[in-house]
């Protein structure tokens, strides 16, 4: 077998995975502690996995793929915010701006 067929039999079994802790929460509730941490490793099994298939030149899987309640990733521009939102905000941790930090 391939390193490409062991790790799409790899994602299968993770899916597999998913389904059945899916499962244990239905029955058990999503609150219990085990069971979150189940599901947190799991996750970072996934992200592990899209690595080596990024690693390896093949196509990733987004990180949260088939992980279903978790949102995706929002990009943040480059671009300055407008300084007119801030002009009645002191500088955090600095005081006021006609004043000097101490």
């Not at 999503?30 to 189940?38: A, E, Q």
């Not at 099994?45 to 978790?70: I, N, Q, T, Y």
Request: proline share 8%.
């Amino acid at each position: 077998m391939s390193v490409k067929d062991e790790l799409t039999a790899v994602q299968r079994c993770l899916d597999d995975l998913d389904r059945a802790i899916g499962r244990l929460e239905q029955h058990l509730g999503k609150g219990v502690l085990d069971v979150r941490r189940i599901r947190t490793d799991a996750g970072h099994l996934r992200e592990s996995v899209a690595l080596l298939r990024a690693g390896r030149g093949g196509p990733a899987d987004p990180p949260h793929a088939g992980r279903p309640g978790l949102q995706q990733m929002v990009p943040i521009p480059d671009a300055p915010y407008d300084a007119s939102l801030w002009q009645d905000a002191d500088d955090e941790g600095l005081g006021c701006r006609d004043r000097r930090a101490p």
